[in-house]
């Protein structure tokens, strides 16, 4: 399998952009050898190949470790996300003898952190081609739908934020001392800051420009800038060898570049080397959903939660049926007045 996926990004029939950016590298290459060869009795030139590493492999080479960075910082975030909501859910459940907070408090802070998490995952998850694909090619209806979709969501986790944030409140009336409530408010901030820092990676990458020069680099200018070295094997090994060899080191090129594009948003689930988001906030319901027993959660069924990135939330209504059934308790009505879908919030004008 692993052979497999590392040829994907060479094949001609891969998916666009990747399969006809190889196909149009092909045969550049190819135009440009034999014009380098046969042209008035052939150019030819041997290049030094310590120069060409510098000059060509180098800044890609580079190029897909910065985007490998961007993934490992986007994991550091994640991790931090996950264990700052299982802290969150157990300073609201411990930190207080029990009988002091209001009976369906905990039950509250649950809820509230399932749709903290469950807003995440419809932020996360969606892709946003228009960072990776070209922005003025009559794509701009469906860029305003994912940026209106994308700001339901914002506004969405906003206010869960700030209704966790009220939440401690209630902490403060029942008598938590301030060192507590301190300790409290910083780990909200560093969720926060966690969630933002983990948002600015799913929507800021390498700068268009900048993937539009690489790949004109990589398609045009590196096939004829190196046709005449190309062109030189010709005297030893045959023109045959000179075209494969050719082929077979700029689709190299080819699929690094690729390799790195594919790494910019590492939230779309669209390789074996993303973040699964998806399951590692599965996980952090399943850590804030605690009973008594600590080690007995509540059993969930995974599909609901996972199923529609966009709508989730028919896991948490099955948490709060069995919470009323075995505590005689309700949800309070600060969690169900908050957005349970992409529609239930209207999105700001897109400027």
Same mark, same amino acid.
């Given at each position: 399998?692993?052979?497999?996926?590392?040829?994907?990004?060479?094949?001609?029939? *891969?998916?666009?952009? +990747?399969?006809?950016?190889? /196909?149009?590298? =092909? @045969?550049?290459?190819?135009?440009?050898?034999? $014009?380098?060869?046969?042209?008035?009795?052939?150019?030819?030139?041997?290049?030094?190949?310590?120069?060409?590493?510098?000059?060509?492999?180098?800044?890609?080479?580079?190029?897909?470790?910065?985007?490998?960075?961007?993934?490992?910082?986007?994991?550091?975030?994640?991790?931090?996300?996950?264990?700052?909501?299982?802290?969150?859910?157990?300073?609201?459940?411990?930190?207080?003898?029990?009988?002091?907070?209001? *009976?369906?408090?905990? +039950?509250?802070?649950?809820? /509230?952190?399932? =749709? @903290?998490?469950?807003?995440?995952?419809?932020? $996360?998850?969606?892709?946003?081609?228009?960072?990776?694909?070209?922005?003025?090619?009559?794509?701009?209806?469906?860029?305003?739908?994912?940026?209106?979709?994308?700001?339901?969501?914002?506004?969405?986790?906003?206010?869960?934020?700030?209704?966790?944030?009220?939440?401690?409140?209630?902490?403060?009336?029942?008598?938590?001392?301030?060192?507590?409530?301190t300790k409290l408010a910083e780990?909200?901030?560093?969720?926060?800051?966690?969630?933002?820092?983990?948002?600015?990676?799913?929507?800021?990458?390498?700068?268009?420009?900048i993937r539009a020069l690489s790949?004109?680099?990589?398609?045009?200018?590196?096939?004829?800038?190196?046709?005449?070295?190309?062109?030189?094997?010709?005297?030893?090994?045959?023109?045959?060898?000179?075209?494969?060899?050719?082929?077979?080191?700029?689709?190299?090129?080819?699929?690094?570049?690729?390799?790195?594009?594919?790494?910019?948003?590492?939230?779309?689930?669209?390789?074996?080397?993303?973040?699964?988001?998806?399951?590692?906030?599965?996980?952090?319901?399943?850590?804030?959903?605690?009973?008594?027993?600590?080690?007995?959660?509540?059993?969930?069924?995974?599909?609901?939660?996972?199923?529609?990135?966009?709508?989730?939330?028919?896991?948490?209504?099955?948490?709060?049926?069995?919470?009323?059934?075995?505590?005689?308790?309700?949800?309070?009505?600060?969690?169900?007045?908050?957005?349970?879908?992409?529609?239930?919030?209207?999105?700001?004008?897109?400027?």
């Open positions: 399998m692993d052979q497999q996926l590392s040829a994907a990004p060479l094949q001609p029939h *891969a998916p666009a952009p +990747q399969g006809w950016l190889s /196909l149009w590298v =092909t @045969l550049i290459t190819i135009v440009s050898v034999l $014009f380098f060869n046969y042209i008035n009795g052939g150019r030819v030139q041997a290049l030094d190949w310590t120069v060409a590493a510098f000059v060509v492999l180098l800044p890609l080479v580079s190029t897909l470790w910065w985007a490998f960075e961007r993934r490992e910082r986007a994991l550091s975030e994640l991790a931090q996300v996950k264990t700052l909501l299982q802290h969150i859910a157990l300073a609201h459940r411990d930190w207080l003898p029990t009988g002091v907070l209001p *009976a369906t408090h905990l +039950q509250q802070t649950q809820a /509230l952190l399932h =749709t @903290l998490t469950d807003g995440m995952r419809a932020y $996360f998850l969606p892709p946003r081609f228009y960072s990776t694909e070209f922005p003025y090619a009559g794509l701009k209806l469906k860029m305003m739908r994912i940026a209106q979709e994308r700001a339901k969501q914002m506004r969405r986790i906003t206010t869960c934020f700030h209704r966790l944030a009220r939440s401690s409140e209630v902490l403060r009336t029942a008598g938590l001392g301030d060192a507590h409530l780990w909200n901030f560093q969720l926060q800051v966690s969630f933002e820092r983990m948002a600015n990676t799913k929507e800021y990458r390498t700068p268009q420009g790949r004109c680099y990589v398609s045009l200018l590196i096939p004829i800038f190196f046709g005449p070295y190309y062109a030189s094997l010709n005297a030893g090994v045959g023109t045959a060898f000179a075209v494969i060899f050719a082929i077979v080191m700029n689709l190299g090129t080819v699929g690094v570049l690729q390799a790195a594009i594919a790494l910019e948003d590492p939230f779309d689930n669209q390789g074996l080397d993303g973040i699964y988001v998806d399951e590692s906030l599965y996980e952090a319901e399943q850590a804030i959903y605690f009973t008594d027993d600590e080690t007995d959660f509540l059993a969930h069924n995974k599909s609901d939660s996972m199923g529609n990135p966009l709508h989730g939330n028919s896991m948490k209504e099955d948490l709060k049926l069995q919470l009323s059934k075995d505590g005689n308790t309700t949800v309070g009505d600060s969690v169900n007045e908050l957005p349970h879908s992409t529609a239930d919030v209207e999105a700001p004008p897109h400027h």
